[in-house]
Structures are given as C-alpha cells and as structure tokens.
C-alpha cells in the first residue's frame, strides 16, 4: 500500500501563494514518517494533499489505502463522546441510515442496493466500530470517560486524545495527524506516543514536539526552504545530522564571506592598477606594452570578479536552508492594577476541579499553571476572566485590561485584515510582530482557513499583543508553534514586565521563561 504525488502543484488564491511546484513523492503506508519543518513551510498542506482533501492545481495523487485524519470538530461540540467519534472514525452513522431506508423501501432494486451497502459497512468494520473505538479509547487512555459525556465537558488534552482514538479505531486505514500533541499533558504526550508505538499500521505525524517524535517515526519529510526532502531515519537521528550540517553551511559560509572579502579587495586593487597604468600610457615612450599590460592587469580583475560571483552563488544556496533568526519584543508596560485568586477552585458539574489555589499576579509578574489533564487549568482562567463558577475569592479591579489567547484562535475564517479593523487593533504593528515570530505578511494575507494551526496560533498571540493591555493570560500559547518560535516567544517572556498568566505542560520552558510553577491537582476521590 503507498500513496504517491506525481509532479503536484498547489496554491492558495486571494493573494497567490505557490506552496509546492511539481512535486514527486512516494510514500510507504508503513512507514512512520514525520512531516518536520518551520510554521508556513506547508506541513498542514502537504498532509492535506496525502490525505486527498484538498485537490492540487495540477499533477495527480495515487493512493491504494483509504487515508483517514482528524475533520474539523468544534472544541464546543456538545454532542457525545462516541456520537463525535463515530464520526471522525467513517460514515457509519450515514450507512446505517440509509440501509435502514433501503430496508424500509423493499423494492428489489433497493434490496440490491442494500446487499452493495452492506458490503461496504462490512468492509469498513461497521459491525465492530462500537468495539473498535472502545479498544482504541483504552489505548489512548481515556478509558474512564464516560461514552455519553457532552464533547464540550471535556479539557482540551481529553478531547484530543478521543479524537486520535477515532481515528486509529477503524481497521486498514492510512492516519494522517496535524499536531496530534495539542493539549496533552507530559503523561499524554507519552500514552500516544506508546499508542502509535504499538499500533500495527504506518501513519503521518506533523509535529514540532521534539521530545514526542524522539524515535517514534522511521521516515522523514522535511520541508526546508531550499525543497522537501525525505530520508529513511527516526527524528533522533535526523535532527542530529541536520545539527551537524547546519554547522558544517555555517563554517562554510563564513569562509565563503571571507573568501568574498579578499577576493573583492583584490578585484579593486587590480582595477586600480589597470586605471593607472591606461592613464600613464600616453606618457611612456612605448604606450603598447603599458597598454597590454594594462588589459592583462584587467582579465586578472575579471577573473577574480567571476571568482566573486561564484563564490556568491554558493553562498545564496547556503543561505536558502538557513532560517531566519527570529527576535520578539513584548514591550507592554507594567501592569497598575493587580488581581489575586484566593483559595480559588473551578467548579463544574457541582464538584470543584482543583485543590484550591491562591495566586498574586501583584508579587509573581508570571505564573505557569500546569497539571494533568482534566485538572481544571483552562477552567481556573475562566474563573479569572468571565467569572466562571469557583470557590473562593477572585479580586479584579474593573479597571484591569486582560488579554486572553484560548486554547483554540478566535480567528479561524475569513480575513486577517477584516478582523484587525474590527478589534480596533494596528495591523501595521501587527504584520511586524508576526514577523518576528517567523510569519510573512504573505501568509497573513490569505483567507484564515488556509493557515497552519501554529499559524492562527500566532496571530492570536500577537493579537493580545496589540491590544493595550495590562495582563496577558495565555492557554497553551506555544501548541503548534516551530522550535525557533518557541524560542523566540519564550525570550520575550522571560524579558517582559507584564503580569503573565499561562497554562503549559514543560516545565523546562516555564524555567527558561524565568516564571513561577504551580501545578494544579485533582481532589482526593475525584476523577481528572
């Protein structure tokens, strides 16, 4: 089973933005591979492309194995846990409706319609999906939540973690997953990895988490500036070599910047004997000998300039597989007014989340909340910013400007300007901020709907960014988002004095961010 793109093309319209230009690619259904590269390189596209749900503006797809991948699902999607699964997993739902009519109706066209239908509801496992997702919901671990729990009442890492579950449930299918680690706590992060790990079939990742890839895939597909290329390694290897090359193009381009230097200071200097030598000629008793040996002086010069040019030429090629250093500035002023959350727990369903907790945004500029799924993270900032039910006290002057970036982006359709004039906001600062965290204007540009996750993840952040506020409360604000942004947004955070309140689950970052932990826990005798 393989799956192979023969000189595909594909763009986004409204503005024109060429993603991939005749490309070949061949894939085995069993391979593991890792789609790897920087936010708008065209992950989320290409995995759209194997998938077959977009269609390329020229060039052919092949595909011998039905590709499955997670659909659009609203985060507040209140239907059941398995109605949503069933879902995601095939149209069952769909077949079993219309075997019902074909029954119903009895007509012998309609009974042979049924038998057709029947035998593909067997083919897809139909008779055994409610089984199947079952099977898979252990192995993702969310065996415990309850089939008929509303999709809604589920944290973020829970619903991520059903989502895969559906996916992997049906038999002989191809999983194709864009960021599967979104929301997971470190304990999830390593169940789906375990899960992927066990699973008999081959599938897709694109992700940027480091730690979850490790030796989890077998293939590469990396998208880097200068084309895609693919090698037959785990993660762990992949990166140590691209590591490696990457100081070995530095050193060679700063040999290439030195051999330049030298090499123009010579073209310069042989020009000016030249020059010097054709205005003496007319002086000298035998002006052609100086005249020779000036147009000798000047091919040495034009062999040194095409000296330079190549030397140039190679240091474009280098220079196309290098990213650009990225540098954000979070220069918010600091916060006038405070706000405390005493002995603070969410409440839902009548039962408190978390142990209580208390925080002084006043005495700790920024706070990482982390914890297991299901503890009540995103919730105990509901409590901060919308007043959601809690116990204890939340004191918030009314003055106190908030910005919060949820989990999901607010902006997820239509246009990035239209969204900008209607929050008020600079679009100008805006674009330049975005750029400091690795996005183009060109990119921003195209309908909201085309972008990566990582990238509606930083418009988001940036958004926050540009509103004039006094406290930034973020919700898993790096999910999606490549290394050199992460890096880059984590430097801003450390070197920032606005009150930050963020929720996360690397406690390497929260150090790095210079911020204080407190880890939210699950009362005794309740479940997470």
């Given amino acids: 089973m393989f799956c192979h793109l ?80 069933r879902h995601v997993a095939g149209p069952y739902d769909a077949m079993e409706e219309r075997l019902a009519e074909l029954a119903q109706d009895g007509s012998e066209e309609a009974l042979h319609h049924w038998a057709a239908v029947v035998d593909a509801f067997e083919a897809a496992g139909g008779w055994t999906i409610d089984a199947s997702i079952a099977d898979a919901n252990a192995r993702f671990g969310i065996a415990n939540v309850a089939p008929d729990r509303p999709f809604n009442s589920l944290s973020g890492g829970e619903q991520t973690r059903a989502l895969l579950a559906a996916v992997f449930a049906p038999p002989d299918t191809w999983p194709i997953l864009d960021e599967p680690t979104n929301h997971l706590d470190a304990d999830g992060c390593r169940s789906v990895a375990q899960a992927l790990r066990d699973s008999s079939r081959g599938f897709v990742v694109v992700s940027h988490n480091t730690s979850f890839l490790g030796d989890l895939t077998d293939h590469i597909i990396s998208i880097e500036p200068d084309g895609v290329h693919t090698l037959a390694a785990s993660y762990a290897t992949w990166h140590i070599e691209r ?160 910005g919060v970036s949820p989990q999901h982006p607010l902006w997820q359709t239509g246009s990035f300007d239209d969204h900008v004039r209607s929050a008020g906001l600079d679009a100008n600062r ?36 540009c509103s004039h506020v006094e406290l930034l409360v973020w919700d898993e604000p790096f999910n999606g988002l490549d290394p050199a942004s992460v890096e880059a947004l984590v430097a801003a955070i450390r070197d920032s004095v606005v009150p930050m309140l963020i929720v996360d689950h690397d406690a390497h970052r929260a150090a790095a961010m210079d911020a204080i932990t407190v880890t939210l826990t699950v009362p005794s005798g309740t479940s997470g």
């Fill in 6 to 85: 023969h000189q595909v093309s594909f763009s986004y319209t409204a503005p024109y933005v060429r993603v991939f230009d005749a490309l070949t690619l061949s894939l085995d259904a069993s391979w593991r591979t890792a789609i790897v590269g920087a936010n708008g390189r065209g992950k989320t596209t290409l995995a759209r492309l194997l998938a077959g749900t977009v269609t390329p503006d020229a060039g052919t797809r092949t595909c011998t194995v039905r590709a499955i991948t997670i659909p659009p699902i609203s985060p507040h999607d209140s239907r059941p846990l398995h109605a949503v699964q």
């Fill in 430 to 465: 805006m674009r330049t901020l975005l750029a400091a965290v690795g996005m183009r204007s060109i990119d921003a540009d195209r309908p909201l709907e085309t972008l990566s996750f990582g990238q509606l993840k930083k418009i988001d952040l940036i958004r926050t960014l």
């Fill in 243 to 402: 590591q490696a090359q990457l100081a070995m193009e530095e050193r060679r381009q700063a040999g290439l910047a030195r051999n330049v230097a030298q090499l123009r200071t010579a073209a310069h200097d042989a020009r000016r004997r030249s020059n010097v030598l054709e205005r003496s000629k007319n002086a000298a008793h035998d002006s052609g000998f100086i005249s020779r040996k000036a147009a000798d002086v000047m091919k040495r010069a034009l062999a040194v300039e095409r000296r330079i040019e190549r030397s140039l030429h190679d240091a474009e090629v280098l220079l196309a597989r290098k990213e650009a250093d990225l540098a954000l500035n979070i220069d918010l002023p600091p916060a006038t007014a405070h706000c405390s959350l005493i002995e603070v727990a969410p409440i839902v369903a009548g039962r408190p989340l978390c142990a209580p907790i208390t925080l002084h945004m006043a005495s700790s500029p920024r706070i990482v909340l982390m914890g297991p799924n299901g503890s009540g993270k995103s919730a105990l900032l509901h409590c901060l910013v919308d007043g959601a039910p809690h116990t204890g006290t939340v004191y918030k002057p009314a003055r106190l400007r908030i």
